[in-house]
């Protein structure tokens, strides 16, 4: 995003415009390098966790969409993403979803370049993981690789509100806990794994509870399953956006109250 910046010069303000990063001016730096390796990593270890958890309990064990399956996929996707979440933490932020880096670029966290590589790069880290769960599961159980869908009887309607309202959720989390001033606790950390879990535990039945647009990409992508993938995008970009939002109005209404003091 370009930038502009006040330069005074013989009593005279004079703007100029700075231009926004380059691609080849952000790949020079060895630490974007590493971050950008980072969400990769971290998505496909996402998606291979998280979906081959679906897949092993739905086709390898035969198990119905039950209380228990349930909860043992939340589980899976809640621990995956925290672990996860922590360990890229250092390296890149710890990103690891399309709907983070949107709320982190409309938050000023990130630069529009960068963004856009993160976002890339996850989604190639998905379709990377779900090429891995097909070396990795029998092809008899592939079945549609944990993509998202809407489940019975639930309305398009009903699951793109579903998708904006668990990532709002989670993005709140996210932006709250590991992009504020201070070193996120591991309280703080164990929030965001608490928020995809419940997000899950509410969201499967309905949509397969997306909440990161690379997690349906990836396992869509592979398997070919495209219906209503759009939701799985349009969801959780709107349910970032919100979260970014409240997250910017309410740091300036600290500033605003600090001020006042």
Not at 175 to 187: C, D, F, N, Y
């Amino acid at each position: 995003m370009a930038k502009t910046a006040a330069l005074h010069h013989d009593g005279m303000v004079i703007f100029t415009l700075r231009a926004p990063a380059t691609v080849k001016a952000e790949l020079a730096s060895a630490e974007a390098r590493r971050a950008l390796l980072g969400e990769f990593l971290g998505s496909l270890l996402f998606v291979l966790l998280g979906a081959g958890t679906v897949i092993v309990t739905g086709g390898v064990l035969g198990e119905k969409l039950a209380s228990a399956r349930l909860l043992v996929i939340a589980l899976a996707h809640g621990l995956a993403f925290l672990l996860l979440v922590a360990a890229m933490l250092p390296i890149s932020g710890g990103h690891l979803n399309p709907a983070v880096t949107f709320a982190a670029m409309l938050a000023r966290k990130i630069n529009v370049t960068k963004g856009i590589m993160y976002i890339v790069m996850q989604c190639a880290g998905a379709v990377a993981g779900a090429l891995l769960l097909t070396l990795i599961i029998p092809d008899s159980t592939h079945g549609t690789l944990g993509a998202n869908g809407l489940g019975a009887k639930v309305s398009v309607a009903g699951g793109l509100t579903t998708e904006i309202v668990v990532t709002f959720m989670l993005v709140s989390a996210v932006l709250s806990t590991t992009m504020g001033a201070s070193r996120p606790a591991a309280l703080g950390l164990a929030a965001i794994g608490l928020t995809t879990i419940l997000g899950y535990l509410f969201a499967v039945p309905l949509t397969g509870a997306s909440m990161n647009p690379a997690r349906s990409l990836g396992p869509a992508f592979v398997s070919g399953v495209w219906k209503d993938h759009w939701i799985f995008w349009i969801g959780p970009m709107v349910g970032g956006a919100l979260a970014a939002l409240m997250h910017q109005s309410l740091i300036r209404a600290d500033r605003k109250s600090a001020a006042t003091r």
